[in-house]
């Protein structure tokens, strides 16, 4: 009936994302830190890639975290916990981006800069290349309307399908399609030279 | 042929009208955005293969793929001390939000029922095979006004393979004991609901469910 092997006892990180939900549900601080710290990753690398700078993105999570506190009596089980979570980060990315002024280039290219570099190429050459595409990448990322950014972000770099993404951003699975699709074409127009 | 989607009302109300558009159709009556996804799946068709206008969609789409790879696969990580901040405000201000009345000679006393509950499901996780989900305590008032023998609701998830009957019947001994000796409250009703299974080792990120 027992297994030798099995843990006497069960930590927030051993327990399933259901009993977690539950038990912060319930007012458990600790299960919260735990969904916390198993989505912070994620929710984080949207931020980034969303606001274009690492310590708006630092912000955006924090408040984005506490709100899902306050507000995790209301979660209901209809989507799963990580679309909920990304759904909350998204509406506190796209209010600070709405709050700041048009005129400012949302992403700090050094800050762009600085994120770069992850995949190493052969020659110094190719990684200049490499590292020149992706800051050239980045810029256009950022110079994307706030919707499609959101759209391309979450299909593209965070790999999520279409259902989850208009989930997410609180429209239809057409209009998602459409702004991704039009992201993808602008960004394919400005890649071209790295081609 | 794919045709060009409408959008329902839901879809357009409140946005941007250029940004709600449908996916424009290709020269040959391609829907552009499916040849780009085929394009990035790697099941282009037929047509799309032959084609000079799914061609150059499906030039872009690789085009771009490659560098959007590189840049997911950047390694970001948030500093630990955003997590770290969160919980601090969490605590600072946490509200006793239900109370469970004590009985005390010295004046009137209460329990936190979070805090309790927090308690009780520490017995059942320390129990081999068994998980505390739900834990709800709630002490009604006995005929008189005092407060009565508290009564415990709880869900578990239970270990692949555990011998249901005896050990509910053992959470439900653990959970007596723990609200009269670590809780100081008579517990007369322990009711347990087996909610899910685990295994070991995929008990992390489990879809849940009933059973």
Known sequence: MTSAAAPVVA???DLDEQTLVVRAQEGDVRAFEALARRHQVALYRLAVRVLGNRSDAEDALQDALLDAWRRIGSFRGDAAFSTWLYRIVTNR?????????????????S?????????????????????????????ALAELPHDQRVCFVLRELEGLDYTEIAEIVGTGETTVRGRIHRARKTLAEVMRPWR | ???????????????????????????????????????????????????????????????????????????LVPPETVVDRVVG?????????????????????????????????????????????????????????????????????ARFGVDLASTTARVRQMVLAAGEQALGVPVARVDIEVVDVFVDGAGTDGPGGSS
């Open chain 1, 111 to 139: 800050e762009a800069g600085d994120v770069v570099g992850a995949t190493r190429a052969a020659s110094p050459e190719r990684q200049a290349e490499l590292d020149a595409g992706m800051t050239a990448l980045a810029a």
């Open chain 1, 93 to 109: 990315c796209l209010g600070l981006l709405r709050r700041s002024r048009p005129t400012t280039p949302v992403a700090d290219l």
């Open chain 1, 11 to 13: 930590t927030p990180t």
């Open chain 2, 89 to 157: 405000a969490v605590l600072a201000e946490l509200r006793p939000r239900d109370l469970i009345p004590l009985d005390s000679p010295h004046g009137p006393a209460a329990l936190d029922a979070a805090a309790a509950a927090a308690v009780l499901r520490g017995v059942v996780d320390a129990m081999a095979g068994m998980r505390a989900r739900s834990c709800r305590i709630t002490r009604p008032s006995a005929p008189g006004g005092a407060p009565g023998p508290a009564e415990v609701a709880m869900t578990v998830t």
């Open chain 2, 1 to 75: 042929m794919a045709l060009t989607p409408r959008l329902t009302p839901e879809e357009t109300r409140g946005t941007d009208p250029v940004d709600t558009g449908p996916v424009e159709l290709l020269a040959c009556g391609r829907d552009a955005a499916e040849v780009w996804d085929h394009a990035a799946a790697g099941t282009l068709d037929e047509h799309e293969r032959d084609c000079p206008h799914c061609g150059a969609a499906a030039a872009d789409a690789r085009g771009l793929e490659e560098m959007v790879g590189h840049l997911a696969g950047q390694s």
